[in-house]
T-cell receptor, first 116, second 115 residues
Framework: EPEVTQTPSHQVTQMGQEVILRCVPISNHLYFYWYRQILGQKVEFLVSFYNNEISEKSEIFDDQFSVERPDGSNFTLKIRSTKLEDSAMYFC??????????????FGPGTRLTVL | AQSVTQLGSHVSVSEGALVLLRCNYSSSVPPYLFWYVQYPNQGLQLLLKYTSAATLVKGINGFEAEFKKSETSFHLTKPSAHMSDAAEYFCAVSGSNFGNEKLTFGTGTRLTIIP
């Protein structure tokens, strides 16, 4: 069964450093998402991406964040200058193009980001 | 805008007993509702979804949920709990806007199964 994959599974970085989280969505999917889950809290939407541009972003997704689909298969989330409060589990998700809310978002296993 | 409220951050049931996890939603458009499960150190796995077809939805692992518009609820049930059901369960809602169907999650319910 096709699945969303994410690398690395765990990333440790120093405050102020740049990190890139990588995702490989399911191959025929058209919509891509990033969510995050701070330890002990609920899963929060960050950004959605379709047709090589951002469809929607949350207030969390400020200028320090960016997304890219560089080669038609990978989908990346970049944090330019990490802060302590960026420590969280980051989930990538993808969805097919079946129309109004009829398709499911499939989630990857997540990348745990720890900012020291 | 959409939101979800999950009543009970922790629920404990005995093995073999009924599981009931509560979810109430708020949505300005007809909602699409989902239950996801997260096992320890794993990602989110879809249990079941409501997408305006049958109001009683059956999912994986013996779980089901009933959409009740009058009560704005989408509670998750399983007749007989199994030890392997111990996990965190998230209810989520999305609107029917084309293209930007983000999920809005509840705060989650941690289910513990007592042997």
């Amino acid at each position: 069964e096709p699945e969303v994959t994410q690398t690395p599974s765990h990333q440790v970085t120093q405050m102020g450093q740049e990190v890139i989280l990588r995702c490989v969505p399911i191959s025929n999917h058209l919509y891509f998402y990033w969510y995050r889950q701070i330890l002990g809290q609920k899963v929060e939407f960050l950004v959605s991406f379709y047709n090589n541009e951002i469809s929607e972003k949350s207030e969390i997704f400020d200028d320090q964040f960016s997304v890219e689909r560089p080669d038609g298969s990978n989908f990346t989330l970049k944090i330019r200058s990490t802060k302590l409060e960026d420590s969280a589990m980051y989930f990538c998700a993808s969805r097919g193009g079946g129309g109004l809310g009829t398709d499911t978002q499939y989630f990857g296993p997540g990348t745990r980001l720890t900012v020291l | 805008a959409q939101s979800v409220t999950q009543l009970g951050s922790h629920v404990s049931v005995s093995e073999g007993a009924l599981v009931l996890l509560r979810c109430n939603y708020s949505s300005s458009v007809p909602p699409y509702l989902f239950w996801y499960v997260q096992y320890p150190n794993q990602g989110l796995q879809l249990l079941l979804k409501y997408t305006s077809a049958a109001t009683l939805v059956k999912g994986i692992n013996g779980f089901e949920a009933e959409f009740k518009k009058s009560e704005t609820s989408f509670h998750l049930t399983k007749p007989s709990a199994h030890m392997s059901d111990a996990a965190e369960y998230f209810c989520a809602v999305s609107g029917s806007n084309f293209g930007n169907e983000k999920l809005t999650f509840g705060t989650g319910t941690r289910l513990t199964i007592i042997p």
